[in-house]
């Protein structure tokens, strides 16, 4: 009797010791940081999660809304315009990381987005600039569309993870010095993918991607900043309050209840306009002016 008086209570002490780390711990990010010279000349490449124009419907957030790469930029004394009105983000809403498998109105992904760039910049990247890479996310999102699967084959992420490199080796060989590239938050955890039958699939896909991102980056012979976004915003989710939000789980966008300040996602994938502050906050972090 005395033995399972003690095993009873053992357990209930491990049970209560997984719920004062789960609830009360926050583990200390380690960051790796960027030293910069205000004012930042900041240049985006990615898709509709930066894009604040380069598409006829973007930005793709809040009414009025801006993205984060809009916020971080004027944290960082500097602007941010779309590149059809002459500025640096590059990013353009649907683009996959590089050529379309699956959409007939393909301008090449942001494997295109870098050519056009270095095009007119006569293949010279500007070394005092930051370059900042935030794609993959529509690599599977379309994938996850047209084969009616959320297992995608390897190729996949290989395809994207190639891309992606094609894109740093581009900016890296036209004398680009400040290379930054952001993983993807995890599928599961948007409105698109919160869902009992689907959370785990999805954010197996990301996890996998990431994975392999890493992986991959590790394996260059250049200097690349990768940031763990998606660790980053599993904080922003596991503790809303502490980033001023009220919900982080359901879609803004048709939803009288809904204050886009403290509400995390406007649509199915994409931030309001509080969503995109708090990515721009959270990116500030790794990035150190100069003194």
């Keep these: 009797m005395t033995i399972k008086k003690n095993y009873i209570l053992i357990i209930i002490l491990l049970i209560l010791i997984y719920l004062a780390y789960h609830f009360f711990y926050h583990p200390t990010v380690k960051r790796h940081f960027i030293t910069v010279t205000p004012p930042v000349n900041f240049i985006v490449f990615g898709d509709s999660l930066s894009d604040m124009g380069n598409r006829e419907d973007a930005p793709y957030t809040s009414n009025g809304g801006k993205v984060w790469a809009v916020y971080l930029a004027q944290a960082f004394g500097g602007t941010m315009t779309p590149s059809n009105q002459g500025g640096n983000d590059w990013a353009i809403g649907g683009d996959e990381t590089g050529t379309s498998q699956y959409q007939s109105n393909d301008d090449g992904g942001v494997v295109g ?163 995109h502050q708090a990515i721009a906050k959270d990116l500030g972090q790794y990035f150190k002016a100069a003194s």
């Excluded at 599993?234 to 980033?243: A, L």
């Design 113 to 275: 987005q870098v050519t056009q760039y270095l095009q007119l910049v006569n293949n010279q990247a500007d070394p005092n600039s930051v370059y900042i890479v935030w794609a993959g996310g529509n690599d599977f999102l379309h994938y996850f569309e047209k084969a009616a699967s959320f297992e995608p084959p390897d190729s996949v992420y290989n395809n994207a993870v190639n891309n992606l490199q094609q894109v740093l080796d581009k900016l890296h060989q036209a004398g680009a010095t400040q290379l930054v590239i952001l993983n993807l938050p995890l599928l599961g955890d948007a409105p698109f993918g919160n869902k009992p039958f689907l959370q785990g699939k999805v954010n197996a896909v990301s996890d996998k991607f990431n994975q392999d991102l890493q992986t991959r980056i590790n394996s260059l012979n250049y200097p690349i900043e990768l940031i763990d976004v998606a660790g980053d915003m599993q904080q922003v989710y596991d503790h809303p309050e502490q980033y001023g939000f009220v919900n982080v789980t359901d879609m803004c966008e048709d939803n009288s209840a809904c204050n886009p300040e403290t509400w995390m996602f406007w649509d199915q994938i994409h931030p309001t306009d509080g969503g």
